[in-house]
């Protein structure tokens, strides 16, 4: 399979920025994208910035994409879209990680807001999985909850979508191999549930660092490659 970097020659995103990206995946292709670095979202005194990004899998595409972590700067505001439509015989691998900002010079959930949305409709046009998301530290602290605590701070969302296929050798790979690893050095809170008719898997973790969460990632796209390539 292909793997590609999708790379922002800037340092990262500014107030105002409005950043599309479009990808389709040909039949039967194969691809994996990432990028080389970690994305920067810098302060916004007065107005937000957009991300949007675009998928279209056409039949028998196989489409992973892991970028590197999010990291909203003291003030930074991102609305961020993502919008997938997958068609028959498609697989989709795609996992976010958040950080609460540069934590080494204390900025933790400094950040003004960030809003996340996914998307992934069918053949038809049909939804198949909605997620939606909203931070707003400056009204609403997120640690105040009982999960996001300031020692597992990082968050992190990975989800398998395949209709239509077995995924039970799958999860049972993924409890048995990757998520022991992590889970019994306490370095992240981790689940793994199915999501709706059958379509797929979802993980959600909590972590110390980002790393822990990017590797876990990492080692959980390689095993799901396997297992449907």
């Known amino acids: 399979m292909a793997f590609l970097f ?25 691809i994996h994208l990432t990028t080389p670095s970690a994305t920067k979202i810098y302060a916004m005194p007065e107005q937000s910035a957009q991300q949007t990004l675009n998928v279209k899998l056409e039949e028998g595409s196989y489409l992973e994409y892991l970028p590197e972590p999010l990291i909203p700067f003291k003030g930074a505001r991102l609305a961020q879209r993502t919008w997938v439509n997958m068609a028959r015989g498609t697989t989709l691998v795609l996992g976010e990680v958040v950080l609460p900002g540069r934590v080494a010079r204390g900025e933790n ?109 990492r080692d959980v796209a390689k095993i799901a490659r396997r297992y449907f390539l």
């Open 6 to 30: 999708l790379l922002n020659p800037t340092p990262g995103i500014f107030q105002g920025d409005s950043l599309t990206i479009s990808v389709k995946a040909e039949p039967e292709t194969k």
């Open 109 to 217: 959930f400094a950040f003004h807001s960030m809003e996340r949305r996914l998307t992934v409709t069918g053949p038809d046009g049909r939804p198949l999985f909605h997620e939606a998301s909203l931070l707003t530290p400056q009204t609403l602290r997120p640690q105040g909850r009982a999960l996001l605590t300031p020692e597992f701070s990082v968050m992190g969302t990975l989800v398998i979508i395949s209709p239509c296929q077995e995924r039970g050798g799958l999860r049972e790979q993924l409890r048995g191999m990757v998520l022991p690893s992590i889970t019994d050095r306490r370095d992240a809170m981790i689940a793994v549930s199915d999501l709706c008719d059958g379509i797929g898997l979802v993980i959600k973790a909590v972590s110390k660092d980002s790393k822990t969460i990017s590797n876990m990632f």
